[in-house]
């Protein structure tokens, strides 16, 4: 079975300033996918970033980066210039690729980050 | 494009009641999910549908908890009767093709007293 562990409860960042998010993940597929996901208060998921397992090359979507290591089963986020707007909760989640996998996110337990003025 | 729509938003019921939650995908999207969000679980997938077929309802947590796609464009979870237990945010996202991005819709909280 798969897991994914976000073992940084809560974190704060100062604005402007960069953070990174951890998360580890546990499978035996070689194929998959690993995401992403921001909850702000407002409550709605918001997809942040996306990394197919079979590329080598790190995702990157403006401000926000991946460090994938798929030998050691890591997928950290890197923030760049934070913003007020960042505060929110990070959930990092995995999912099996294949047509009848789809949407069976696993999910960490996430990290709520507080971005101060 | 409208997004996925839930509702309703947030709903208060008594224990013993039933619940029925609503939803509509996104429009040309063919894969539903129902999630659930509790502080103790996280978010859990419920039940999944491709073509309005279900196809993983393995987390479906007991009989209570049914879930219907009479069409492309609604899907209905129903808790029946409902327990104090089942209070939580419900989720339901669509994607194309049930592989790569899932779009949610902003939730249903549920309290069961």
């Known amino acids: 079975a798969q897991t994914v562990t976000q073992s940084q409860p809560e974190m704060s960042v100062q604005e402007a300033e960069t953070v990174t998010l951890s998360c580890t993940y546990d499978t035996s597929e070689s194929n998959y996918y690993l995401f992403w996901y921001k909850q702000p208060p407002s409550r709605q998921m918001i997809l942040v970033i996306r990394?197919?397992?079979?590329?080598?090359q790190n995702a990157t979507e403006n401000r926000f980066s991946v460090n994938f290591q798929k030998a050691a089963k890591s997928f950290s986020l890197k923030i760049s210039d934070s913003q007020l707007g960042d505060t929110a909760m990070y959930f990092c989640a995995f999912m099996k690729s294949g047509y009848n996998q789809g949407g069976k996110l696993i999910f960490g337990q996430g990290t709520e980050l507080s971005v101060k003025p | 494009d409208a997004g996925v729509i839930q509702s309703p938003r947030h709903e208060v019921t008594e224990m013993g009641q039933e619940v029925t939650l609503r939803c509509k995908p996104i429009?040309?999207?063919?894969?539903l999910f129902w999630y659930r969000q509790t502080m103790m679980r996280g978010l859990e997938l419920l039940i999944y549908?491709?073509?309005?077929?279900?196809?993983?309802d393995s987390g479906m947590p007991e009989d209570r908890f049914s879930a219907k796609m009479p069409n492309a464009s609604f899907s209905t979870l129903k808790i029946q009767p409902s327990e104090p237990r089942d209070s939580a945010v419900y989720f339901c996202a669509s994607s194309f093709r049930g592989a790569g991005e899932l779009f949610f819709g902003e939730g249903s909280r549920l309290t069961v007293l």
């Open positions: 990394q197919e397992a079979y590329k080598q």
């Open positions: 429009s040309g999207h063919n894969s």
């Open positions: 549908f491709n073509n309005n077929v279900p196809i993983d």
